[in-house]
């Protein structure tokens, strides 16, 4: 099933969205034409539409308990949460252990619980930013003017023409392939300002892998994270 818009576009187009699959078409097209047009897509309908539904899935799965031995991403990897109730207060990693140890008052609120977490994770993703940026803006042949992290919801990442670098810090939840292709990305567009395929081939040529990040970041985005 799909629903069918007409329109004055001068070629079919098609459309995946949470209600499923909508076609746009001129009003001259017949449908025997839609048809065949279906069918021909019919592989990349099908992939789209099984990306929709495992994101609606992860959507579905249950939100973060902030409590101790609760878990959350970190570098690709799962972190337990483990709460210290004293007068210090402070956030330390064991690395051995993968545990986020979190010292707060006894009488400490949830929120208060977050953005010591929070707060630690901007850290090390700042402190990660400003090691992987050098790197690929020499193997780029480019300088980036400025960097600063973003807590934007729809975007990873972003570049402007005078060279100011904003990243996202919970990118810090991702493993580090996945941190090194935003990067790649953004400091990318100081040679190409654009999407052309000149841009992905610039991209291409510091991160060969950059199709399956693009595409586990696009299936992992800001909605199936934690909530601070």
Not at 17 to 38: C, H, M, N, Q
Not at 142 to 160: D, I, M, P
Not at 168 to 192: C, G, K, M, Q, T
């Amino acid at each position: 099933m799909y629903r069918l818009l007409r329109s004055k576009r001068r070629s079919i187009g098609f459309l995946i969205d949470e209600d499923g699959l909508r076609i746009t078409a001129p009003k001259w097209v017949p449908i025997a034409e839609i048809d065949a047009a279906i069918v021909e897509k019919q592989r990349w309908i099908f992939n789209k539409l099984n990306e929709r539904r495992e994101r609606s899935a992860r959507r579905l799965q249950p939100q973060m308990q902030w409590q101790d031995g609760a878990t959350l991403p970190y570098l690709g990897n799962d972190v337990t949460l483990r709460i210290r109730a004293n007068h210090a207060m402070g956030v330390s990693y064991n690395d051995e252990t993968r545990e986020l140890i979190v010292s707060l008052p006894v009488d400490a609120d949830e929120q208060q619980l977050k953005d010591r977490v929070q707060g630690w994770m901007q850290m090390q993703a700042k402190a990660l930013f400003l090691k992987r940026l050098p790197i690929y803006a020499e193997k780029l042949g480019v300088r980036y003017r400025s960097f600063a992290l973003s807590s934007a919801t729809t975007q990873w990442g972003s570049c402007t023409a005078d060279g100011k670098i904003r990243l996202n810090w919970r990118l810090i939840h991702f493993a580090l392939p996945l941190i090194d292709y935003v990067v790649a990305h953004e400091l990318s567009h100081l040679r190409e300002m654009n999407h052309s395929p000149r841009f992905w081939a610039t991209v291409q040529s510091v991160f060969p892998e950059f199709e399956a990040a693009k595409k586990a970041l696009r299936d992992n985005g800001p909605d199936t994270l934690p909530e601070f």
